[in-house]
T-cell receptor, first 107, second 114 residues
Framework: KNEVEQSPQNLTAQEGEFITINCSYS?????LHWLQQHPGGGIVSLFM?????KKHGRLIATINIQEKHSSLHITASHPRDSAVYICAKASNYQLIWGAGTKLIIKP | GAGVSQSPSNKVTEKGKDVELRCDPI?????LYWYRQSLGQGLEFLIY????????KSGLPSDRFSAERTGGSVSTLTIQRTQQEDSAVYLC????????????FGQGTRLTVV
């Protein structure tokens, strides 16, 4: 079993839909990261969470430490949100990656 | 610079040649990570540097791979006697402290071994 599990692996939605991507991890963490990788390959760090909730524009990330679960939400999705979203947990000094969720937003 | 800088952005090399990839982390960041992403695969951890501590090399796939970080800043990843399976995007990231602070990524070096 991977230490970090993401779902769904692939998600296609229409512009404007509310998007949720889930991440579960198997052992305790010091922090959890959400990252975005565009088709060109560049990776952008979206959030780093230790507890609670963070919001940046249309993106919201939440984490439940007790349940070892985090979610990334996108409100009013747009085609430019199409990317691979990666959940990664910080454990000791390594970042342990999930497999990523490929999101496609159709106009 | 303002962000993590990697060079070259693209590298095509012949099988059997050695290559060096460079990473300039954000100034003041003590933690530096190397990852690679092969076509259609997820990110694979290669090596981690933290300050002056001995690096964690547990992710290096073979002894043809090595990395160093000079003066706690710039890092070079060296691949000797490259093989076609080494073709991948090599990503470098840095963070202020290990693990529990935001990691910033370079744009990567796309390595193609022909």
């Amino acid at each position: 079993k991977n230490e970090v599990e993401q779902s769904p692996q692939n998600l296609t939605a229409q512009e404007g839909e509310f998007i949720t991507i889930n991440c579960s991890y198997s052992v305790g963490i010091s922090a959890l990261h959400w990252l975005q990788q565009h088709p060109g390959g560049g990776i952008v760090s979206l959030f780093m969470l230790s507890s609670g909730k963070k919001k940046h524009g249309r993106l919201i990330a939440t984490i439940n430490i007790q349940e070892k679960h985090s979610s990334l939400h996108i409100t009013a999705s747009h085609p430019r949100d199409s990317a691979v979203y990666i959940c990664a947990k910080a454990s000791n000094y390594q970042l342990i990656w999930g497999a990523g969720t490929k999101l496609i937003i159709k106009p | 610079g303002a962000g993590v800088s990697q060079s070259p952005s693209n590298k095509v090399t012949e099988k059997g040649k050695d290559v060096e990839l460079r990473c300039d982390p954000i100034s003041g960041h003590t933690a530096l990570y190397w990852y690679r992403q092969s076509l259609g695969q997820g990110l694979e951890f290669l090596i981690y540097f933290q300050g002056n501590s001995a690096p964690d090399k547990s992710g290096l796939p073979s002894d043809r791979f090595s990395a160093e970080r000079t003066g706690g800043s710039v890092s070079t990843l060296t691949i000797q006697r490259t093989q076609q399976e080494d073709s991948a995007v090599y990503l470098c990231a840095s963070s202020l402290h290990p693990g529990n602070t935001e990691a910033f990524f370079g744009q990567g070096t796309r390595l193609t071994v022909v």
